[in-house]
C-alpha cells in the first residue's frame, strides 16, 4: 500500500522517487505511479488546494479565543480641593484629599456557558475636611473587595452559545475542506492517468503514421520502377504521390498531437515548467485492456460512501442543522443563574485592608437569577424560519447531487463497457484491414488491381491501427473516469490518504 501522507503543513508522496533533484533529465521513463507521486509532489492544482485545511484549522483555533480569560488593570489618582466658602457671612475652609484607586480583574466563559469574573478593588484616601474655621479633620483611610462573580445560562445560551456555534461550524468547515483536498487529489490523478495513456497513445499513434508514411513511399517506389519498364503509366504514380503527401501531413500532424499530449502530461506533473521543458516523457505501460466485471450496484455503492462532494453536501447540511440548533435557543428568554462571594476589607493604609483580606473575616456574599425576556422576539423566530428554508434546500440539493451521482457512475460504467466492446472490435477490424491490403496487393503484382484500390486499402489499415490503440487508450481512460465517478481512485491506486 503506497501512502501518501497529506499534512497541513507538510505534503509528501510515500514513494521511494518522491525525493528528486533538481536536474531533469533530457529523457525519462516513467510508469503511471511515478507520474501520480510527483503530481502529488508538485502539481499546483493540489499544492493550492492543500492549504484550505491549514487555514480551516487556524479559523478553528481561533474560535477557541472565545475562552481565552482576560486580565484588566486599572489605577487613578484624584486630588480634589474643594475651595473656601462663605456661610452666614463666615468664611469656611475647604477640604482637600488625595485619593488613589485600583481594580483588577480575571474573567471569561466556559464551554458550558458560564461566565466568570475574579474581581478586586481597593483604594486610599488622604486629606482633611474643615470642623470650624481654621480647624480641620485629618482624613485616612483605605477599603477595598476581592471576591468571584459567576453567571449560569439556563434556557438561552445554555446548550449552545456563539462561541459554541462558531466552534462546531468551524469544525466543520475543517472537514470540508479536507474533503477538498481528497477531491483535488483525485481530479489530479485522473488528469494524470488520462494523461499518460493520451500520451501512449499520441506515441503509438506517431508510429502508426509513420508506418503509413513507409508503405505509401515502399508502393511510390515499386510503381516508379513499373513506369521504368514499361508497365505503368506515368500518369498512375501520381496517385502514390499524393499519398506520400498525405501521409507525411498526416505524420506532421500527429508529432504534434504528441507534443501537445506530453505537454499537458508535464503540466500536471511539475510546478516548474521550464525545468520539464526539454524533457522528453518516455511510458513504461503499454496500452493494454483488461477485463473487468462492473457492478453498478457495488459503484452506486462507493459513490454514496466515497465522493468528496458528496460527503461535502452533507457536511453543509449538518452545518445547518448546527446552526438551526443555536436560532433555536436564542427563541428561549435569557434566565441566567447569578451569585459572587467575597471579602471585604478596610483600614488606614493598603497594608491594614490586605491583612483583612488575608484574615477572610469580612465576607460578602449574593445569590439570585435574572430573566430577560423579548415581547415579540422577532429577529430569532425569523432567523429561525429562514434556517429551517434552507436546511430544506440543502437537503433537496443533497438529493439532487445524489441523484446526478447515480447517473454520473450509471453512465461511466456503461462507457466502460462500451470502450471494451470496442477493443475488440477494433482490433477485429484492424486484422481484416491488414488480410484485405495484402490480398490487395498480390492481385495489384499480377495486373489485377489498381492502384487507386491499393492505395484506398492503405488507406483503411492506417485508420484501423489508429482506432484500436484510439480504443485502448479510451478504454483505459474509461477505467479511471469511472473510479473517479466512484471516489474510489486512491483505493484504486493503492494510496493511502492521512490528513494529519
Known sequence: MKNFGVALFLF??????????????????????????????????VQ???????????????????????????????????GAEFQNGQRVAGSQYNSDTYSSGFNGGTPWGMTY????????????????????????????????SLTQPLLKNFWIDSTRLTIRINKNRLQYSEQGVRGQIITSITDVENAYYELIYAQENVKVQQEALDLAQTQLDQDK?????????????????????????????????????ENALKNLLTDDYAQWH??????????????????????????????????????????????????????????????????????????????????????FYTYGAQLSMPLSNIG???????????????????KQ??????????????QAQSSYQSVEATRQ???YAEAALDAEQKKYAVGKSTTFTVLQLQNNLTAARSQEIRSLADYNKALANLAAEEGSTLERNDIKLEMK
Open 12 to 45: 509528501t508522496a510515500g514513494l521511494a522517487a518522491a525525493a528528486q533533484t533538481n536536474a531533469v533529465p533530457a529523457a525519462r521513463e516513467m510508469s503511471l505511479p511515478d507520474c501520480i507521486q510527483q503530481a502529488l509532489a508538485h502539481n499546483l492544482d
Open 48 to 82: 493550492i488546494q492543500r492549504y484550505n485545511p491549514q487555514l480551516s484549522l487556524f479559523n478553528l483555533n481561533s474560535a477557541y479565543g472565545g475562552y481565552d480569560p482576560t486580565f484588566n488593570f486599572s489605577g487613578q489618582h484624584q486630588y480634589n480641593n474643594s
Open 117 to 148: 469574573d475574579l474581581f478586586g478593588n481597593v483604594s486610599s484616601t488622604a486629606g482633611r475636611n474643615p470642623v470650624t474655621n481654621n480647624i480641620f479633620f485629618p482624613i485616612q483611610n483605605s477599603s477595598g473587595q476581592v471576591g468571584l
Open 225 to 261: 520502377q513499373r513506369v521504368q519498364i514499361g508497365s505503368m503509366s506515368p500518369l498512375d504514380v501520381q496517385q502514390d504521390e499524393s499519398q506520400v503527401a498525405t501521409s507525411r501531413a498526416n505524420l506532421i500532424s500527429a508529432e504534434n498531437a504528441l507534443s501537445i499530449a
Open 278 to 363: 526539454g524533457t522528453e516523457i518516455q511510458p513504461t505501460a503499454t496500452l493494454t485492456a483488461t477485463m473487468q466485471l462492473f457492478d453498478l450496484q457495488d459503484s452506486w455503492n462507493k459513490g454514496m460512501t466515497q465522493r468528496p462532494d458528496l460527503l461535502q453536501s452533507r457536511l453543509n447540511v449538518e452545518a445547518q442543522g448546527i446552526q438551526l440548533k443555536f436560532y433555536k435557543n436564542q427563541l428561549f428568554p435569557a434566565l441566567d443563574l447569578i451569585g459572587s462571594y467575597g471579602f471585604n476589607g478596610a483600614g488606614r493604609q493598603f497594608g491594614d485592608t490586605f491583612d483583612q483580606f488575608n484574615q477572610a473575616d469580612r465576607p
Open 380 to 398: 430569532p423566530r425569523n432567523q429561525l424560519k429562514a434556517g429551517k428554508v434552507s436546511l430544506k434546500q440543502l437537503l433537496l440539493q443533497l
Open 401 to 414: 447531487l445524489e441523484q446526478n451521482v447515480m447517473v454520473q457512475i450509471d453512465n461511466a460504467v456503461k
Open 429 to 431: 477490424a484492424r486484422i
